[in-house]
């Protein structure tokens, strides 16, 4: 009996192969017509990686730290103006003091803005990536269970498809990417509803009105603040767990197939997640502020990262059924 996996010549009655351990009892021929739906899902799943696994550029978040650095010297040109009043005139000082503030305010927005469209990415390619390789679990499941043809491979195989069948699941949860760019721009919208009711307060010269809108620009930049926080802890605990979800299903379904005939190179190494620990990233952002960028950078970092490594093992799974 021949073993499709490495082609050696098996005495008749084996269930195993005597030269590399595949089955080669009611094995299926890796040509069987059984076999093309679970491999045309395969293959479709994986002609959708470049479309749905878009890889973000990483050095968006460094635009936002130039951005930053213009904020700080519009900053530092509005407190010298503040100091200069003696020697500038009224009209000038309030010249000066306007485009330092209107220079701050408009670097700002268009920061948030941009972090708003990175976390609208961000989530949007998360959804399709978990979608994409669910249908590519799936068909993985299916060529196993196809492949198993007889009583005596099934029960050889019963473990393993138990245990691949159990990684099927992604464990991402789908969310909505436009509602979580709207909670992230929400300081963006509050500095800009706060400048409006200003205007509004100092042309009715009502001290509580100016207030309002002071507190109304402190709400909503809470509320992104919040949402933004909250953002990066699903982020990073479901990528984390996708990716040893993905680990697991990748070194069990590759054992799988190739005891059923179809042979997975065997120097997979799957990347180890990194390190990352959620409460210290947060203590950091908020005794030093500046962290948060390095924190975006990780978010768009890591699962490019998995995406690229994952890629390597799908070619693995197409050279093992056949392109």
Not at 25 to 35: C, H, I, K, Y
Not at 77 to 105: H, K
Not at 236 to 252: C, Q, R, V
Not at 299 to 322: F, V
Request: aromatic share 12%.
């Amino acid at each position: 009996m021949r073993c499709e996996s490495c082609g050696h010549e098996n005495l008749h009655g084996g269930i195993y192969c005597e030269n590399c351990g595949a089955i080669v009892a009611g094995q299926a021929r890796p040509d069987d017509p059984v076999l093309n739906g679970p491999k045309e899902t395969i293959r479709s799943a994986v002609s959708e990686r470049e479309q749905l696994d878009r890889m973000l550029p990483p050095w968006i978040v460094w635009v936002n730290v130039l951005l930053s650095f213009g904020a700080a010297i519009g900053t530092v040109a509005y407190v010298f103006s503040a100091f200069s009043y003696e020697s500038l005139d009224l009209e000038e000082y309030w010249r000066s003091m306007a485009t330092a503030y209107a220079m701050v305010f408009c670097i700002s927005i268009v920061s948030q803005l941009i972090f708003a469209t990175i976390s609208y990415y961000l989530i949007d390619r998360h959804n399709d990536h978990a979608a994409r390789e669910g249908r590519l679990k799936n068909g993985i499941i299916r060529l196993a269970q196809a492949a198993a043809t007889s009583p005596e491979s099934q029960s050889a195989v019963t473990r393993e498809l138990q245990s691949i069948s159990l990684y099927e699941s992604s464990g991402t949860r789908t969310r909505s990417p436009a509602l979580w760019a709207f909670l992230i721009a929400t300081p963006a919208i509050g500095a800009l509803l706060s400048l409006v009711l200003m205007v509004i307060a100092l042309e009715n010269f009502s001290v509580s009105a100016f207030l309002g809108a002071i507190g109304t620009g402190s709400l909503l930049g809470l509320v992104g603040f919040v949402a933004t926080i909250y953002m990066f802890y699903f982020l990073m605990k479901e990528e984390n767990a996708h990716e040893n979800s993905w680990t697991g299903f990748l070194l069990d379904s590759s054992r799988v197939l190739t005891r059923l005939g179809f042979p997975i190179a065997r120097n997979l190494a799957p990347r180890s997640p990194p390190d990352r620990s959620f409460a210290l990233y947060l203590v950091l952002t908020i005794f030093t502020g500046i962290f948060v960028y390095y924190w975006w950078y990780t978010l768009i970092k890591d699962p490019n990262d998995h995406y690229k490594d994952q890629w390597m093992a799908e070619d693995s799974i197409l050279r093992a059924i056949g392109r």
